[in-house]
């Protein structure tokens, strides 16, 4: 991996591992409430102590829904070689839902219930000619798929 040729979107929304990339997410201790982004609190109303700490998220989930964005963002949001692309809602075995671009499958192939693990990709390059990463998900490889 050319670590000195990339640099993340964002800091604190993931980290890699010695099993892959992993989102950096947040766990209340008290009642167990798993946030993505990180949250400063827990959010779960009916929890008291609300002790949360960072952790990080189970790669693999299940998309639980999707949508193609079929028009260019305007104005924060960069992405090099633009076209249709799809993000997809994917839920997570700690209980909570992440939102993030698919990759690595035709949106024409996307089905909800696929299992799906998170990668890390080129978004865009910086103006110093960095790989700038975000991360996504895609058709994990040991689920197959191909029916
Ligand atoms: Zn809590």
Redesign the pocket.
């Given at each position: 991996m050319h670590t000195l040729a990339s640099t993340p979107v964002a800091e604190g929304l993931f980290q890699a591992a010695d099993d892959g990339p992993h989102l950096i997410g947040t766990r209340?201790a008290?009642?167990?409430?798993h946030y993505f982004p990180k949250s400063l609190s827990?959010r779960?109303p009916q929890?008291r102590?609300?002790?949360?700490a960072d952790v990080l998220l189970s790669r693999q989930g299940i998309l639980y829904s999707y949508t193609v964005q079929a028009y260019q963002p305007p104005g924060l949001f960069r992405m090099d070689d633009w076209s249709p692309y799809a993000i997809g809602m994917v839920e997570l075995p700690e209980g909570l839902r992440v939102m993030g671009m698919l990759t690595g499958i035709a949106n024409a192939d996307i089905r909800i219930g696929m299992a799906m693990e998170l990668v890390l990709e080129p978004l865009y390059r910086d103006a110093q000619g960095q790989a700038v990463l975000t991360y996504k998900f895609r058709p994990a490889a040991a689920a197959g798929g191909a029916r």
């Open positions: 209340c008290s009642c167990g409430s827990c779960n929890c102590d609300k002790q949360v």
